[in-house]
């Protein structure tokens, strides 16, 4: 049986769950992802999971439009528990989780955000990156915790800005790097490699 036994939550296009099942059917990590829930009916999220034969569904999350709360949270986390999972990851999600879903998986729910955190955090962050003038932006995988973007730092990735970067242009680089940097978190969670000292997340042995 697989070591991490994940639930993905998203809202749109699915490309770093795909990175996380592409790495799984490679053999490069050890994680089985039982249950796939979108907030939007038609995310392609959704066909990418049964297409992987993932088990999937639509979670309506009204009337909040921007945080998941009440009685949606309540059956997230039911149907988390009831899939057997043990670690909710964040990919593509818009929307801020609550302290019940943290309680139900202490240290257990992480994020990928488009940015070299604590810079840019919230939506549009690589637009952010371009408009300030960075000359590097980046991606951060980090354990969720109740402010916004703000948990311990697991994995960060840098790309260059290039002169003529387009906000499209710029996300489509470090989209490339997520790729890169959810499954290396997420291995490193496998094989108990993480140990959280205060805002510091320690990783032993090999980096990659
Ligand atoms: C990514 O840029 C991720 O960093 C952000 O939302 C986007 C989701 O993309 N949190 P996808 O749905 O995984 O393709």
């Given amino acids: 049986m697989a070591t991490l036994k994940l639930g993905v939550l998203g809202s749109g296009s699915g490309s770093n769950m795909q990175s996380i099942v592409d790495a799984i059917e490679k053999g490069e990590l050890d994680a089985e992802v039982k249950l796939v829930l979108?907030?939007?009916?038609?995310?392609?999220?959704?066909?990418?999971?049964?297409?992987?034969?993932?088990?999937?569904?639509?979670?309506?999350?009204?009337?909040?439009?921007?945080?998941?709360?009440?009685?949606?949270?309540?059956?997230?986390?039911?149907?988390?528990?009831?899939?057997?999972?043990?670690?909710?990851?964040?990919?593509?999600?818009?929307?801020?989780?609550?302290?019940?879903?943290?309680?139900?998986?202490?240290?257990?729910?992480?994020?990928?955000?488009?940015?070299?955190?604590?810079a840019f955090p919230g939506v549009h962050s690589w637009t952010q990156a371009l408009d300030y003038g960075c000359k590097v932006a980046g991606v951060t995988v980090h354990f969720v915790d109740a402010g916004t973007d703000s948990g311990p730092i697991i994995v960060q990735k840098c790309v260059p800005v290039?002169?003529?970067?387009?906000?499209?242009?710029?996300?489509?680089?470090?989209?490339?790097?997520?790729?890169?940097?959810?499954?290396?978190?997420?291995?490193?969670?496998?094989?108990?490699?993480?140990r959280v000292e205060g805002r510091r997340v320690v990783i032993s042995g090999p980096q990659g």
Avoid: S
Wanted: overall charge neutral; aromatic content about 4%.
């Fill in 38 to 118: 979108a907030d939007v009916p038609d995310a392609k999220i959704l066909d990418r999971a049964k297409r992987h034969g993932i088990p999937c569904r639509y979670l309506d999350c009204a009337p909040w439009k921007t945080k998941l709360e009440g009685p949606a949270e309540d059956e997230c986390i039911r149907l988390l528990k009831e899939a057997g999972c043990d670690t909710v990851i964040l990919a593509g999600f818009m929307r801020i989780v609550k302290p019940a879903l943290l309680a139900a998986f202490p240290m257990r729910v992480l994020n990928i955000h488009p940015a070299l955190l604590p």
């Fill in 162 to 194: 290039m002169e003529d970067d387009t906000p499209e242009t710029l996300h489509a680089r470090i989209q490339v790097q997520e790729h890169i940097a959810f499954p290396e978190a997420l291995r490193h969670l496998a094989a108990g490699r993480l």
